[in-house]
Structure formats: C-alpha cells, structure tokens
C-alpha cells in the first residue's frame, strides 16, 4: 500500500510534442505528489508539486494533473525541447512525516 | 545561495569495510534525509533528521546509521559493506520536515 507505480519506463517524444508520465498510489493518506528531474551525475530537482485540494497545477511548460477518486497523477510537458531529456521521477508523501515514497522513474529522451 | 554539498563524490572500499559519508545542508536548512538509489531498487529512503534528532528510518538493516551535528550537517556510516550497497547516497536538505527537498550530487559508492 506504500507503493507508488510509475509508468512508462521509458518514451521517446519527438522535439515539440507532448510527454506523458503517469503515476498510480494506493495509499489515499498521501497528501503530497511532487514530481522530480534527474539528470546524469545529478541528484533528483524538484520540478513541481501538487496537492489533493487541486486537480491540476500549470508551471511553464510542465502540468501535473491529479484524478484523487483513480488515485492517479501525471506528468505532462508540453513542447518538449531536446533539455528536457533526463530521467523523471513522481513521488508522494503524507502528513508532516515527509518521507518521500518514489516512483521507480522515467527515462524521458527527446529527438530533434 | 549555495546548494546541498555531498562529499566525496566518488568513493571504492571494499566488502567488509565502513564508510562515512558527509552532507551539508543548504544554509539555514535544519532538516536532512538520506535516500539510496540503485538501478534495482530506485530510490529508497534511508533516514531523516531533524534538529539533531532522527525523525524517521526506513527498511535498512542497522549496518546503515546516521547522525546529525548542532550545525545541521549530517554524516550516516554504513559498517561491514557489502557488494550491494554500491549504490548513489543522495542526500535532501529542507527547512524543517514538512518543506520541499532539495537534493545533494550524491556520492558514488562502489563496493568491490
């Protein structure tokens, strides 16, 4: 129940199209999804967040829509650009204990 | 302001011996959590500290301690290593245990 499952494990995308991550919980005490970017040699950066009270949240390029009655959110990057090409992990946490609980990661690459 | 440093970056020792791992925390930051991640497992929380205080531990056997100094810098030591703690040790700084985390390089240990 502690489990966070993230799906794909890997996507191609095309420069300038749209990159979709998904993730699923099961945990529903879990109050707190963020969302981080890794890239090589790196630790993860957050990238951004949500919480239950929202059902999307827009930053940039980058939205996180949250389905709290599927237990489901996801990662959308619009226009994707060549620097977005990293490795993108969701998480989720609950209460003040912010143990993070992670997804297993995403392997994003974007073709020129 | 400088970010979460993690030293040494690159570590080798081998099966049997210890290790101890630093992090300093982006200034003002009091709290410091400890993940492992490998390609197998991902990333898995280690431990959290908070005003000195270990807040939290996660499912590692007791080889695996830390602690946290009055200056909120962080040391965890891993006795009697094994092949599969190779692995990147990041550390995440935040202001106290319900902020956002920002995260170290990590240090590359590799046990042979």
């Known amino acids: 129940q502690q489990q966070v499952k993230q799906s794909p494990q890997s996507l191609i995308v095309q420069k300038g199209g749209i990159s979709i991550i998904n993730c699923a919980y099961e945990?529903?005490?879990?109050?707190?999804f963020p969302w981080y970017q890794q890239f090589p040699g790196k630790g993860p950066a957050l990238l951004i967040a949500?919480?239950?009270d929202v059902s999307e949240k827009k930053e940039g390029r980058f939205t996180i829509s949250f389905n709290k009655s599927a237990k489901q959110f996801s990662l959308h990057i619009m226009d994707s650009q060549p620097g977005d090409s990293a490795t993108y992990f969701c998480?989720?946490?609950?209460?003040?204990?912010?143990?993070?609980?992670w997804g297993a990661g995403t392997k994003l690459i974007i073709k020129p | 302001k400088a970010g979460v440093t993690q030293t040494p970056r690159y570590l080798i020792k081998t099966r049997g011996q210890q290790v101890t791992l630093s992090c300093s925390p982006i200034?003002?930051?009091?709290?410091v959590s400890w993940y492992q991640q490998t390609p197998g497992q991902g990333l898995q929380f280690l431990f959290e500290?908070?005003?000195?205080?270990?807040?939290n531990k996660g499912n590692f056997p007791g080889r695996f301690s830390g602690r946290q100094f009055s200056n909120s810098r962080s040391e965890m030591n891993v006795s009697t290593l094994e092949l599969g703690d190779s692995a990147l040790y990041l550390c995440?700084?935040?202001?106290?245990?319900?902020?956002?985390?920002?995260f170290g390089p990590g240090t590359r240990l590799t046990v042979t």
């Open positions: 995440a700084s935040s202001l106290d245990p319900s902020s956002e985390q920002y």
């Open positions: 200034s003002g930051h009091r709290s």
């Open positions: 500290y908070f005003s000195e205080t270990q807040r």
């Open positions: 945990n529903t005490a879990f109050d707190y």
């Open positions: 949500i919480r239950p």
């Open positions: 998480a989720a946490s609950k209460g003040s204990n912010y143990q993070l609980i």
